[in-house]
């Protein structure tokens, strides 16, 4: 079986792109934002750039690291043998690829392939989260949870600045929505740049807090978005077998650097079941 980075260099659908793109504007403006707020902080009493400069780095080295890796790694059946004798039970027939494909594999409509253990399509990257990736999307998870709690605490004191004639309709609008207060020229375009940036660092933490929350729970399950939804738990082996398959034989060190070899157990086609097994439900399910 050929490795699922056989199609890693190759170039991506301009569709899939674009979120792609916006993904790493904001991540630019954010650090940009940050990076200003530490060589000019509001605060003298604030630790030196020196200090925050290593946890930084670390930070932007594994975001950048694992979101390059993400989308260059496919977990798609494309290179993969796939029919003749391996075909077995549970196996299906896609019409769209027109090959068979094993349990746990499903066709993704936006990338127009099917994907080994495909758990859902990551639209703010345009790339499927499978088999051979779903270790950099957890990582990439963990650390840009951790990147934007840091962003927010630094953003602290741009919130107390807005607040600090009190709670006002002014206040609240220029917090909720800057754009309205920018249009109507009540704000000037630099007091915008911060307040939406600060924003963004809030909204983006706590949507990507949810995220890291159940994933992490699907990863300890051993389960797919699609078997959560499904209540099927047949590939449960125990939440240290299941982080070994999801991010392999070194999974407790996967954190530190997305370079780190980390041989996957398997294939990607055949998986370890446990015993009752309840297979996930059929009704369709769209993500």
């Given at each position: 079986?050929?490795?699922?980075?056989?199609?890693?260099?190759?170039?991506?659908?301009?569709?899939?792109?674009?979120?792609?793109?916006?993904?790493?504007?904001?991540?630019?403006?954010?650090?940009?934002?940050?990076?200003?707020?530490?060589?000019?902080?509001?605060?003298?009493?604030?630790?030196?750039?020196?200090?925050?400069?290593?946890?930084?780095?670390?930070?932007?080295?594994?975001?950048?690291?694992?979101?390059?890796?993400?989308?260059?790694?496919?977990?798609?059946?494309?290179?993969?043998?796939?029919?003749?004798g391996a075909v077995g039970q549970g196996w299906e027939?896609c019409y769209t690829c027109q090959s068979h494909v094993?349990?746990?594999?499903?066709?993704?409509?936006?990338?127009?392939?099917?994907?080994?253990?495909?758990?859902?399509?990551?639209?703010?990257?345009?790339?499927?989260?499978?088999?051979?990736?779903?270790?950099?999307?957890?990582?990439?998870?963990?650390?840009?949870?951790?990147?934007?709690?840091?962003?927010?605490?630094?953003?602290?004191?741009?919130?107390?600045?807005?607040?600090?004639?009190?709670?006002?309709?002014?206040?609240?609008?220029?917090?909720?929505?800057?754009?309205?207060?920018?249009?109507?020229?009540?704000?000037?375009?630099?007091?915008?740049?911060?307040?939406?940036?600060?924003?963004?660092?809030?909204?983006?933490?706590?949507?990507?807090?949810?995220?890291?929350?159940?994933?992490?729970?699907?990863?300890?399950?051993?389960?797919?978005?699609?078997?959560?939804?499904?209540?099927?738990?047949?590939?449960?082996?125990?939440?240290?077998?299941?982080?070994?398959?999801?991010?392999?034989?070194?999974?407790?060190?996967?954190?530190?650097?997305?370079?780190?070899?980390?041989?996957?157990?398997?294939?990607?086609?055949?998986?370890?079941?446990?015993?009752?097994?309840?297979?996930?439900?059929?009704?369709?399910?769209?993500?």
């Open positions: 079986m050929q490795a699922g980075r056989g199609g890693r260099w190759q170039r991506l659908d301009a569709a899939l792109c674009l979120p792609l793109c916006v993904t790493v504007a904001l991540m630019g403006a954010v650090c940009t934002e940050v990076l200003c707020l530490l060589l000019w902080p509001a605060e003298p009493t604030q630790l030196p750039l020196a200090l925050h400069l290593p946890l930084l780095l670390f930070l932007l080295a594994n975001v950048l690291g694992n979101m390059g890796l993400f989308v260059t790694t496919s977990p798609s059946i494309k290179g993969v043998m796939l029919s003749g027939y094993p349990p746990r594999c499903h066709h993704c409509y936006t990338c127009n392939v099917c994907m080994l253990r495909r758990d859902h399509h990551c639209v703010l990257l345009g790339q499927c989260v499978g088999y051979h990736n779903y270790r950099y999307f957890l990582c990439l998870l963990l650390h840009g949870w951790v990147a934007l709690l840091y962003a927010s605490l630094l953003n602290a004191d741009i919130f107390m600045a807005m607040l600090h004639e009190g709670v006002t309709l002014h206040s609240i609008l220029l917090l909720l929505m800057p754009w309205l207060m920018l249009l109507t020229g009540q704000v000037s375009t630099l007091t915008f740049i911060y307040a939406f940036v600060a924003d963004t660092c809030v909204v983006s933490f706590l949507f990507c807090s949810g995220f890291l929350f159940l994933h992490v729970l699907l990863s300890l399950r051993g389960q797919t978005i699609r078997e959560w939804f499904g209540e099927s738990r047949c590939y449960d082996l125990g939440w240290r077998r299941n982080l070994q398959e999801a991010l392999g034989d070194r999974w407790h060190l996967v954190w530190l650097c997305p370079l780190l070899a980390s041989p996957l157990p398997g294939d990607g086609v055949a998986f370890e079941r446990r015993a009752p097994c309840t297979e996930p439900s059929t009704k369709p399910v769209v993500f």
